[in-house]
């Protein structure tokens, strides 16, 4: 087990805030709002951050300095339509695409949105080639044996698994594991992590009824702390500011809620950003609580993250406001204080 530490020299400002609308208004023909919906993952593609939701089925792309987004179109769900929540009764019908990531292939970026898989209705994974051009290739794969497998590996799945974040580190694409579960009579919730490898993956994505899935490696869990007496659990992940190492830097999110079980949502206590250092002779893992100019601490859900590009102190972040009827919020944040350097061991 790996325990965060609540490091309080770690500072971070938040500089501005963006509510997230699609630059050309909603799109009925499509079941489209006019707003980015319930932000849960966020990863660059070329000049734009893109965000996936895990209760609509669009891939925002989104210019970081105005907020304005322009959709790439996923599947529709069940009964033809693309938006799920309480209020129009089919929330248990939603992908649930709650990770994405980029990674590097022969034809440009690849985006990979994964499903939470917290229900068998979630065991789902979007690919996009070339996102948001005009031989845009996308594809919509069901995985079930996949995720049997990773719920399977109760040292990371624990009780009720919920994956949340991705990053990929060469040919190993890491997943990141969200303990807000309910426990089960044998297994507690967990934070955990582990490694499978990519291209196994992306051959069974390419065949999932004929190809076996990979086996999950290098299972971690973790202890990421808590905020006003809750605990916080994984949110989302990213490679620090690039860092292509062969044990990098990792940046992550964590959101201390409340929820009854991982398809739930909860009060929201606070956030919380963090870093996990491997370059040592032992795995430096440290967070600060998001806080506002007095010091309080803000009530806010963090889900999605992705360094900027103008230095190593830049950072962005999506804000989940978890109402269906309310943009989702990108927030530019600032660091300070002994956050890793990439040029330098923590």
């Not at 033809?80 to 970026?109: C, H, M, W, Y």
């Not at 994964?114 to 996308?138: C, F, N, Q, Y």
Request: one cysteine or more; glycine letters at 10%; a negative charge.
């Amino acid at each position: 087990m790996i325990h965060a530490q609540h490091d309080p020299a770690l500072v971070v400002h938040i500089v501005r805030q963006l509510p997230l609308h699609y630059a050309d208004g909603a799109d009925v023909t499509v079941d489209r709002p006019a707003h980015v919906r319930a932000g849960s993952g966020l990863a660059w593609v070329g000049e734009r951050l893109a965000i996936v939701q895990d209760d609509a089925n669009f891939i925002a792309l989104v210019d970081p300095t105005s907020g304005q987004a322009t959709a790439v179109v996923l599947p529709a769900g069940e009964s033809g339509v693309r938006q799920f929540d309480t209020g129009r009764g089919n929330k248990k019908q939603k992908f649930d695409l709650e990770a994405l990531v980029s990674i590097e292939s022969p034809d440009g970026p690849l985006l990979l949105a994964i499903g939470s898989g917290s229900s068998k209705r979630r065991e789902r994974m979007v690919t996009v080639h070339r996102a948001g051009e005009p031989d845009e290739a996308l594809a919509l794969i069901t995985a079930p044996g996949l995720y049997e497998v990773l719920r399977a590996t109760t040292d990371f799945a624990g009780s009720d698994m919920n994956i949340e974040g991705a990053v990929c580190i060469g040919d190993v694409l890491r997943l990141y594991g969200r303990g807000n579960g309910e426990a089960s009579k044998h297994h507690a919730p967990l934070d955990a992590t582990c490694d499978l490898h990519w291209p196994s993956v992306r051959a069974y994505l390419t065949a999932p009824d004929t190809v076996e899935p990979p086996t999950p490696w290098r299972l971690r869990q973790y202890a990421l702390g808590e905020a006003d007496g809750v605990r916080l659990s994984f949110t989302d992940a990213t490679l620090a500011w690039g860092d292509r190492s062969a044990q990098p830097v990792v940046l992550y999110t964590a959101a201390a809620e409340g929820s009854p079980d991982s398809r739930r949502d909860g009060d929201v206590a606070g956030s919380a950003i963090g870093f996990l250092d491997p370059r040592g002779d032992e795995t430096v893992m440290c967070y600060a609580l998001l806080r506002d100019a007095q010091g309080a601490l803000l009530p806010l859900k963090v889900e999605g993250i992705a360094c900027g590009r103008a230095d190593q102190r830049q950072v962005f972040v999506v804000l989940d406001v978890d109402n269906p009827d309310a943009p989702s919020m990108l927030c530019e944040l600032r660091l300070d204080g002994p956050w890793p350097s990439l040029d330098r061991p923590g």
